[in-house]
T-cell receptor, first 112, second 111 residues
């Protein structure tokens, strides 16, 4: 099976812009979660989608949003970018039961 | 609020040594405890995971020890190799797939 794929891999944006990141889960996986990884805050949970519904949400401002499509692919959007949004954004997919999550390679976002 | 505390932050061992990484959690609702390995420029890779109904789990050279009463769990890497040099993260989750991660341990295995 192909693993989790994320596009684009690298992105440079300017403060105030918005950005959309994409994630394709492992075939058959219906749960997609998003995480932000920074040197200062580590790995932090953003949100989880399951069958097109947001199931869990982390402690991030409303500028961070996401959605999931009927084919389980997911996108996350960050509006009004701030310098502090520079991070590695990771997507993880999971199968039917709660537990094993498999991460993609991430999208490295740099905000200038 | 950091709900999973990981130590040490960094660790250096000689090849063949047994690095041990420790994690402690607060939330008693957690019921799934995975360990991830991350190399530079890559996403975290699932290594091994445990649930509270067992006290130890082994997969290859990796062992998780779990102490439910102390709310602690640890990763042991047997016969460590230079290729094991990476950052290791413990994590925990309850219902659903929301993982709470520890701060990470940077491991270096010297030849």
């Amino acid at each position: 099976k192909a693993g989790v794929t994320q596009t684009p891999r690298y992105l440079i944006k300017t403060r105030g812009q918005q950005v959309t990141l994409s994630c394709s889960p492992i075939s058959g996986h219906r749960s997609v979660s998003w995480y932000q990884q920074t040197p200062g805050q580590g790995l932090q949970f953003l949100f989880e989608y399951f069958s097109e519904t947001q199931r869990n949400k982390g402690n991030f401002p409303g500028r961070f949003s996401g959605r999931q499509f009927s084919n389980s692919r997911s996108e996350m959007n960050v509006s009004t970018l701030e310098l502090g949004d520079s991070a590695l954004y990771l997507c993880a997919s999971a199968g039917q039961g709660a537990g094993e999550q498999y991460f993609g390679p991430g999208t490295r976002l740099t905000v200038t | 609020q950091q709900q999973v505390k990981q130590s040490p932050q960094s660790l250096i061992v000689q090849k063949g040594g047994i690095p041990i990484i420790n994690c402690a959690y607060e939330n008693t609702a957690f019921d799934y405890f995975p360990w991830y390995q991350q190399f530079p420029g890559k996403g975290p890779a699932l290594l091994i995971a445990i649930r509270p109904d067992v006290s130890e789990k082994k997969e290859g050279r990796f062992t998780i020890s779990f102490n439910k009463s102390a709310k602690q769990f640890s990763l042991h890497i047997m016969d460590s190799q230079p290729g094991d040099s990476a950052t290791y993260f413990c994590a925990a989750s309850g219902a659903g797939n929301m993982l709470t991660f520890g701060g990470g341990t940077r491991l270096m295995v010297k030849p």
